[in-house]
């Protein structure tokens, strides 16, 4: 049997990973596929992928294509959820932040630095047409670093999934004042260089499974209720996200490469285009 290791958020996007590892269907292919939660992030993953920490990581679009253009001897290897990410802009509950504009010149939370966090605060504030130079970050690591930076006042906003985020503002923990969603997919397939090289196999054998996986994902009986139950979500607010949520088993195209990589550009996320076959490969 081959090891492999993968990291992802622990998050609703990744039921279809725990399902299947549940259900051994990477062991009936003789892969032993070790499933590392990671609440850190993109930057995280990045960072394990640099260090021979994980083989794969299901990881920020934006995130990874910034770390492959400086140097992370990974690739794409498909996308993974087509829709973009929305992501909740939140301050804390008993603020006095009551709109985007008052948070202009504020200190964003961010897990880390070259997290989604970070890149889409770049986002939020090219939108908003302030200037991204004066942006302020506190790293945070987790959400619970999030709540804690916020309610003591160390931060002022936090982007987080707006759905994952939602107990935290049922509960009035945070408010939210705006959305903000990416201009991409949200979620890619990422694999480091020498595990393609060594195991193109085992990789196309991973991607089939939870392709077969994702794309009836949707059609699991009562999928809402266990959604809702594991992520201590409201079931309504589940089934919303499932209405707005489209797994893909797509590669990445190149049409949307250069438009992920014209925007980190524009903002200065990153200093240079990378090519398509520097980050992006078909296994």
Not at 59 to 64: N, Y
Not at 100 to 127: C, F, H, P, W
Not at 222 to 245: F, P
Request: one cysteine or more; proline letters at 4%.
């Amino acid at each position: 049997m081959k090891t492999i290791q993968i990291a992802g958020v622990p998050e609703h996007f990744n039921l279809p990973w725990y399902l299947s590892l549940e259900n051994k269907e990477f062991e009936t292919q003789n892969i032993d596929l070790q499933w590392t939660d990671v609440p850190e992030g993109t930057g995280k993953m990045c960072q394990m992928l640099r260090d021979d920490k994980t083989d794969i990581a299901v990881i920020l679009s934006e995130g990874i294509v910034k770390d492959i253009v400086a140097g992370n001897p990974s690739k794409i290897v498909q996308v993974y959820v087509e829709s973009p990410l929305i992501w909740g802009i939140h301050v804390a509950s008993k603020s006095n932040y009551k709109s985007l504009a008052d948070i202009e010149n504020t200190k964003a939370a961010i897990s880390r630095l070259g997290s989604g966090s970070q890149l889409m605060a770049y986002v939020n504030a090219n939108n908003q047409g302030w200037k991204t130079d004066n942006l302020q970050f506190e790293i945070v690591n987790t959400i619970d670093g999030a709540v804690e930076a916020l309610t003591n006042g160390s931060a002022d906003y936090f982007m987080w999934e707006r759905f994952m985020t939602k107990p935290l503002v049922d509960n009035g923990t945070f408010r939210k004042i705006a959305d903000c969603p990416t201009p991409w997919p949200c979620f890619v397939i990422a694999v480091r260089d020498e595990i393609i090289e060594k195991e193109p196999e085992i990789i196309s054998e991973i991607l089939k499974i939870i392709n077969t996986k994702t794309a009836s994902f949707k059609t699991i009986p009562n999928i809402d209720t266990v959604l809702a139950q594991r992520y201590h979500q409201k079931t309504e607010d589940i089934q919303e996200w499932l209405s707005l949520t489209e797994w893909s088993q797509q590669q990445l195209s190149k049409e949307m490469l250069n438009n992920i990589q014209n925007q980190l550009l524009e903002l200065k996320i990153i200093d240079k285009i990378g090519t398509f076959d520097e980050i992006v490969k078909t296994v």
